[in-house]
């Protein structure tokens, strides 16, 4: 198992930036494949970002570009650096984690995770 606390969200206003942590505790984090998630209202889960050990950074279309995905294996934390944020950037984002000693393409999809963080409420006012 793999706790994770995310941090950073706030409300910020259009072309603002934001930069949250996740900090993961309980498994060797190295081996971990991390990856951001959001959730707007009357929405589903998307994928935003994850940093897999066999292909470094992935990030949605929607986010590439302004977002950035990056790792500290020494403090076990995931950051994503968010620029020009957009008022449709509004969402509670979560952190993820998944062990695995094999690679794969389905990162990008929400039950290849196992771990969850309780999520933090980014807003953009425009």
């Known amino acids: 198992q793999v706790q994770l606390v995310e941090s950073g969200g706030g409300l910020v206003q259009a072309g603002g930036s934001l930069r949250l942590s996740c900090a993961a505790s309980?498994?060797?984090?190295?081996?971990?494949?991390m990856g951001w998630f959001r959730q707007a209202p009357g929405k589903e889960r998307e994928f935003v970002a994850a940093?897999?050990?066999?292909?470094?950074?992935a990030y949605a279309d929607s986010v590439k570009g302004r977002f950035t995905i990056s790792r500290d294996n020494a403090k076990k934390t995931v950051y994503l650096q968010m620029n020009s944020l957009k008022p449709e950037d509004t969402a509670v984002y979560y952190c993820a984690a998944t062990s695995t000693s094999y690679s794969s393409v389905r990162y990008s999809y929400t039950n290849y995770y196992d771990n969850w963080g309780q999520g933090t409420q980014v807003t953009v006012s425009s």
């Open positions: 309980g498994r060797t984090f190295s081996n971990l494949v």
């Open positions: 940093f897999t050990w066999w292909n470094g950074a």
